[in-house]
């Protein structure tokens, strides 16, 4: 079997002299590292990777890169910056792979939108996708790094938090098809405005191949922009979803469900008729630039909208477990690993539509946003609206920015604030009875995820054979 890199090219892509053996993956972590890796000793923003290159050569790495200065022994690959040389090994990795190309970005569903391209191109050929949020300049020219030669299709995923950070990612990527799944105040703390968001998303096209398509929101405000973003960056083609009239992918209707939603929708010139494995109206409205994007790309559209019956949530990401409680069953939306004002929005609009017990409550659990700068206090308080159109019947809340929206919520909806999340923690697991629907959500930073692995561990998971036994004094 061909290795990712042997050992000569490797170190020419590097730019440096060969060192070590074949290459059959790239690390940047060498806690993760598999034998047979390369490990690309990068300066982090916590960590000097130089500080664990003799675990990495203990694990079986088959070189470590390093810095020229770097005092050590072993099978070394010295270059001047061991990023500056896994960046380059990603240029050659791009160059000499003839898959068709997909970048995706976009305020919120970047992850989900790449994991779902996984399947739907999957279904249809070889295809190789960025693992994880690897969607910086660390995380993105990693995945072109290990993009094996002969693969069919390629998916990365490129995100930003300030201005300027997309476009050398993008240049690297080189995509044939460039995808933003929407524009939404979302890292807002670094920018002026929504519209230099827009902006700063549409450095995307800087990257895209001559001729290549730009799949495109057509029901977000800023369509027009992007549009002429990407004519004026050389995109051939436009292809817009949406449900508004003239977008080229269409919803038609769509039945949501609890576990799932079927979804009539017009792709181009074909009508199409499929399911989506997670529910949620974003889930169903995310399909469609999903398949906009395989379209684009030739693949096949009937193997890939069939596949898209397979997307389950991660864990974070809308997961849903049932749990043994005092008195049945209670569903957790555990929606903890990030939050926003659009995917927390649609984390309560999933909320609403999610059944309860009779006599029981949908319970938000809502931990602060983050990035959103001068503009956190009032699009926290704004976030009272979406809770009662969710019909929440209890909200825990924790953050300083939260309390604004506690603050908002009528007395009886209040069912307790605490500064942090870990303040919730006792009295969420206490509350929790058969029926109930908890969806916990906020910022990673907030810590939310705590009180979703609070209610795991404390409850059994449904369906596994073991039943709730009280805790005893």
Same mark, same amino acid.
């Given at each position: 079997?061909?290795?990712?890199?042997?050992?000569?090219?490797?170190?020419?892509?590097?730019?440096?002299?060969?060192?070590?053996?074949?290459?059959?993956?790239?690390?940047?972590?060498?806690?993760?590292?598999?034998?047979?890796?390369?490990?690309?000793?990068?300066?982090?923003?916590?960590?000097?990777?130089?500080?664990?290159?003799?675990?990495?050569?203990?694990?079986?790495?088959?070189?470590?890169?390093?810095?020229?200065?770097?005092?050590?022994?072993?099978?070394?690959?010295?270059?001047?910056?061991?990023?500056?040389?896994?960046?380059?090994?990603?240029?050659?990795?791009?160059?000499?792979?003839?898959?068709?190309?997909?970048?995706?970005?976009?305020?919120?569903?970047?992850?989900?939108?790449?994991?779902?391209?996984?399947?739907?191109?999957?279904?249809?050929?070889?295809?190789?996708?960025?693992?994880?949020?690897?969607?910086?300049?660390?995380?993105?020219?990693?995945?072109?790094?290990?993009?094996?030669?002969?693969?069919?299709?390629?998916?990365?995923?490129?995100?930003?938090?300030?201005?300027?950070?997309?476009?050398?990612?993008?240049?690297?990527?080189?995509?044939?098809?460039?995808?933003? =799944?929407? #524009?939404?105040?979302?890292?807002?703390?670094? *920018?002026?405005? !929504? &519209?230099?968001? /827009?902006? %700063? +998303?549409?450095?995307?096209?800087?990257?895209?191949?001559?001729?290549? =398509?730009? #799949?495109?929101?057509?029901?977000?405000?800023? *369509?027009?922009? !992007? &549009?002429?973003? /990407?004519? %004026? +960056?050389?995109?051939?083609?436009?292809?817009?979803?949406?449900?508004?009239?003239?977008?080229?992918?269409?919803?038609?209707?769509?039945?949501?469900?609890?576990?799932?939603?079927?979804? %009539?929708?017009?792709?181009?010139?074909?009508?199409?008729?499929?399911?989506?494995?997670?529910?949620?109206?974003?889930?169903?409205?995310?399909?469609?630039?999903?398949?906009?994007?395989?379209? %684009?790309?030739?693949?096949?559209?009937?193997?890939?909208?069939?596949?898209?019956?397979?997307?389950?949530?991660?864990?974070?990401?809308?997961?849903?477990?049932?749990?043994?409680?005092?008195?049945?069953?209670?569903?957790?939306?555990?929606?903890?690993?990030?939050?926003?004002?659009?995917?927390?929005?649609?984390?309560?609009?999933?909320?609403?539509?999610?059944?309860?017990?009779?006599?029981?409550?949908?319970?938000?659990?809502?931990?602060?946003?983050?990035e959103l700068g001068d503009y956190a206090p009032v699009l926290h308080a704004e976030l009272a609206a979406s809770v009662l159109g969710a019909q929440v019947d209890v909200v825990f809340a924790s953050g300083a920015n939260m309390k604004l929206l506690w603050a908002k919520i009528p007395q009886a909806l209040r069912g307790a604030y605490a500064a942090e999340a870990s303040g919730l923690k006792q009295r969420l697991v206490d509350e929790i009875r058969g029926g109930d629907v908890v969806m916990i959500k906020g910022s990673l930073a907030s810590c939310m995820g705590q009180l979703a692995e609070a209610l795991k561990n404390r409850y059994p998971e449904a369906g596994t054979g073991k039943t709730y036994a009280p805790e005893k004094d």
């Amino acid at each position: 079997m061909m290795p990712l890199w042997t050992r000569d090219e490797f170190a020419e892509a590097a730019g440096a002299m060969p060192c070590g053996g074949d290459v059959t993956g790239i690390s940047i972590d060498s806690r993760t590292l598999n034998p047979g890796d390369a490990y690309f000793a990068i300066k982090g923003d916590v960590h000097d990777g130089h500080e664990f290159v003799s675990q990495a050569l203990e694990k079986g790495a088959s070189v470590a890169v390093v810095r020229h200065e770097y005092e050590g022994e072993g099978a070394l690959l010295r270059v001047d910056e061991p990023l500056g040389a896994l960046n380059a090994l990603a240029r050659a990795a791009r160059a000499r792979c003839k898959a068709r190309v997909a970048a995706v970005t976009g305020s919120v569903g970047k992850t989900g939108t790449k994991e779902a391209l996984r399947l739907a191109l999957g279904a249809g050929g070889q295809v190789h996708v960025s693992e994880k949020s690897y969607n910086n300049q660390w995380g993105v020219p990693l995945s072109l790094a290990r993009l094996p030669r002969d693969v069919d299709y390629a998916v990365f995923e490129i995100g930003m938090n300030h201005p300027g950070e997309i476009t050398p990612l993008a240049v690297l990527v080189r995509p044939h098809v460039a995808l933003i =799944t929407t #524009v939404e105040p979302v890292h807002i703390g670094f *920018f002026k405005s !929504l &519209e230099a968001i /827009a902006g %700063a +998303k549409a450095e995307i096209f800087d990257g895209l191949e001559p001729g290549g =398509t730009a #799949v495109l929101n057509r029901d977000n405000a800023h *369509f027009a922009y !992007l &549009e002429q973003q /990407a004519r %004026a +960056k050389g995109a051939g083609r436009i292809l817009s979803f949406g449900v508004h009239e003239d977008a080229r992918v269409r919803l038609k209707d769509a039945a949501m469900h609890e576990d799932d939603s079927c979804v %009539a929708a017009k792709i181009c010139d074909h009508d199409a008729i499929y399911k989506m494995g997670a529910p949620g109206r974003h889930m169903v409205l995310n399909s469609l630039g999903i398949l906009a994007v395989v379209e %684009a790309l030739g693949a096949d559209l009937a193997l890939g909208a069939l596949a898209l019956a397979n997307i389950r949530a991660p864990e974070g990401r809308g997961a849903r477990t049932r749990l043994r409680v005092p008195g049945g069953e209670a569903v957790l939306i555990d929606e903890s690993y990030n939050a926003n004002p659009a995917s927390m929005r649609a984390a309560l609009s999933l909320l609403a539509t999610t059944a309860k017990g009779t006599n029981a409550r949908r319970i938000a659990v809502l931990g602060d946003m983050l990035e959103l700068g001068d503009y956190a206090p009032v699009l926290h308080a704004e976030l009272a609206a979406s809770v009662l159109g969710a019909q929440v019947d209890v909200v825990f809340a924790s953050g300083a920015n939260m309390k604004l929206l506690w603050a908002k919520i009528p007395q009886a909806l209040r069912g307790a604030y605490a500064a942090e999340a870990s303040g919730l923690k006792q009295r969420l697991v206490d509350e929790i009875r058969g029926g109930d629907v908890v969806m916990i959500k906020g910022s990673l930073a907030s810590c939310m995820g705590q009180l979703a692995e609070a209610l795991k561990n404390r409850y059994p998971e449904a369906g596994t054979g073991k039943t709730y036994a009280p805790e005893k004094d």
